[in-house]
T-cell receptor, first 113, second 110 residues
Framework: ETGVTQSPTHLIKTRGQQVTLRCSSQ?????VSWYQQALGQGPQFIFQ???????GRGNFPPRFSGLQFPNYSSELNVNALELDDSALYLC????????????FGPGTRLTVT | RKEVEQDPGPFNVPEGATVAFNCTYS??????FFWYRQDCRKEPKLLMS?????NEDGRFTAQLNRASQYISLLIRDSKLSDSATYLC???????????WGAGTKLIIKP
C-alpha cells in the first residue's frame, strides 16, 4: 500500500451541488496532485499543490479548486456539479525536489445525477 | 498530436508469451518517464521508472528512445495476473506535473 488515503470512497451528488474530496499524502511527501479519470481514459491532471499553494493547473474550469494544509493533506472542491464531472478522482502524493514518481490513493468515485 | 500516445489495445496474449507496448511523447524537454499499471476500477500503481540506459525488473524491461521520443515496455513469460491496463507517463518539461497516456489494455489468456 502507498499510504495515501482518500475519502469518501464513493459519492453520489445532484447536478448543481458542491462536493469536497479529501486526501492524506504519504508520510514524507510534500506535494499533492489531483486527477480526474473518466472510464476508459487516462488520468487528466487537475492541479498540484506544494507548500500550500497551487503549483500548476490543467485544463479545468475555476469551479475546480483546492487546498493544501500544513500537514500536506489536501482537498479538492468542485462547485456547480455537472453530469460530466462523474468520474474517479485520484489524489497522488510525491516529493518536490525528489523524483517525479507519484503514488496514488484508492480514489473517490463521484457520480453526478 | 496527443501529448502522450498509446495503442489502446486490447492485446490478447497467451500465458507465457512475450508482449511489448510502445508509447510516444511529444515534448522533447521531458526528462522522466514511467510505466504504471492499473487494474479495473482501481488506482494506478507505479510499475517502473524508465531510465535512459534502459532498465529491467524481473520479467519487465523498459527502454527509452529520446531521438524518436518513445518508450517501450516488454513483459516476458506473461502471467494471468499481468492482465491490466498499462499507462505510459511523462513529466512535462521541468516541472513536476505528469502527463498520462490513455493506457494499453492487456489480457493474458490461459
Amino acid at each position: 500500500e502507498t499510504g495515501v488515503t482518500q475519502s469518501p470512497t464513493h459519492l453520489i451528488k445532484t447536478r448543481g451541488q458542491q462536493v469536497t474530496l479529501r486526501c492524506s499524502s504519504q508520510s514524507g511527501h510534500n506535494t499533492v496532485s489531483w486527477y480526474q479519470q473518466a472510464l476508459g481514459q487516462g488520468p487528466q491532471f487537475i492541479f498540484q499543490y506544494y507548500r500550500e499553494e497551487e503549483n500548476g493547473r490543467g485544463n479545468f474550469p475555476p469551479r475546480f479548486s483546492g487546498l493544501q494544509f500544513p500537514n500536506y493533506s489536501s482537498e479538492l472542491n468542485v462547485n456547480a456539479l455537472e453530469l460530466d464531472d462523474s468520474a474517479l478522482y485520484l489524489c497522488a502524493s510525491s516529493v518536490t525536489g525528489g523524483s517525479y514518481e507519484q503514488y496514488f490513493g484508492p480514489g473517490t468515485r463521484l457520480t453526478v445525477t | 498530436r496527443k501529448e502522450v500516445e498509446q495503442d489502446p489495445g486490447p492485446f490478447n496474449v497467451p500465458e507465457g508469451a512475450t508482449v511489448a507496448f510502445n508509447c510516444t511523447y511529444s515534448n522533447s524537454a521531458s526528462q522522466s518517464f514511467f510505466w504504471y499499471r492499473q487494474d479495473c476500477r482501481k488506482e494506478p500503481k507505479l510499475l517502473m521508472s524508465v531510465y535512459s540506459s534502459g532498465n529491467e525488473d524481473g520479467r519487465f524491461t523498459a527502454q527509452l528512445n529520446r531521438a524518436s521520443q518513445y518508450i517501450s515496455l516488454l513483459i516476458r513469460d506473461s502471467k494471468l495476473s499481468d492482465s491490466a491496463t498499462y499507462l505510459c507517463v511523462v513529466n512535462w518539461g521541468s516541472n513536476y506535473q505528469l502527463i498520462w497516456g490513455a493506457g494499453t489494455k492487456l489480457i493474458i489468456k490461459p
